[in-house]
């Protein structure tokens, strides 16, 4: 079995020169299949469709929520309409500025194995599947993965 057997179409991509307010917007309404279910995570292509990155919604709470807040300090703070005001002071950041750049990729005749092993070993929800001229066709799910390999003990 290859990646292209089991990936699922990308039809929703983000921009780089998008804000953080467009990217959940998308991200909350994109295409999963033949439905807009959203999703937790997103390519993020330049304008010649090349993958430059990915937003997950990790990266969007990351956004929100700076690091050098530690838990001790985030727990300190009760008051109320705090999150709602430190989530408005990032709506019009750019994708690019909160975008992982490092992503890693399968190409369609990729063996499910290989796919796997990079999802498991890299600690990744998805991976982008790429053809030939390395543009991004698909996407593979931890999902797609374990419902793969767990149809023999149907």
Known sequence: ???????EPVKDTL??????RDA???MKSAWRGENRFGVKGMNVVDSEGNLVGMV????VIAAIIPSYMDLTEVGGFTWDGMLEE???RVANRKVTEIMTKDVKTVTEDSPLMECANFLITQNLQRLPVVNEDKKVVGMIYVRDIYYAMTKVLH
């Open 1 to 7: 079995m290859k990646a292209r057997d089991i990936m």
């Open 15 to 20: 921009s780089p020169d998008e804000t953080l």
């Open 24 to 26: 959940v917007n998308k």
């Open 56 to 59: 997950s919604i990790k990266d």
């Open 86 to 88: 430190m989530t408005k």
